[in-house]
Nanobody, 124 residues
Framework: QVQLVESGGGLVQAGGSLRLSCAAS????????VGWFRQAPGKEREFVAA????????DYRDSVKGRFTISRDNAKNTVYLQMNSLKPEDTAVYYC?????????????????WGQGTQVTVSS
């Protein structure tokens, strides 16, 4: 089992940057695909980005490509989401999740463990 704790959210102006962190417990963190999802008020949770177990492969939703970068440091049991050129439509609670998958997956139902989330608010 793995426990996930997100941090790094906050309030930022449009065009600004934030870096989210997802810290995991457990010695087998490198066995998990890790993804970031977000949920805005009144909307469904949506996939943002995911990274393979060793970081060689990544995937992004189209609206964040070129602006967001997911990375991981397995020695520190941490996954990061660097968010640049933020837009008001990026405002949401951001969650990290871990999946015991062999390949990167964008489907939330395939993730087994979830963090509590961190709020990101982008003002116009």
């Amino acid at each position: 089992q793995v426990q996930l704790v997100e941090s790094g959210g906050g309030l930022v102006q449009a065009g600004g940057s934030l870096r989210l962190s997802c810290a995991a417990s457990g010695r087998t963190f490198s066995s998990y695909v890790v993804g970031w999802f977000r949920q805005a008020p009144g909307k469904e949770r949506e996939f943002v980005a995911a990274i393979s177990r060793r970081g060689a492969r990544t995937d992004y939703r189209d609206s964040v490509k070129g602006r967001f970068t997911i990375s991981r440091d397995n020695a520190k049991n941490t996954v990061y989401l660097q968010m640049n050129s933020l837009k008001p439509e990026d405002t949401a609670v951001y969650y990290c999740a871990a999946a015991t998958h062999v390949v990167v997956t964008t489907t939330s139902e395939e993730y087994d463990y979830w963090g509590q989330g961190t709020q990101v608010t982008v003002s116009s």
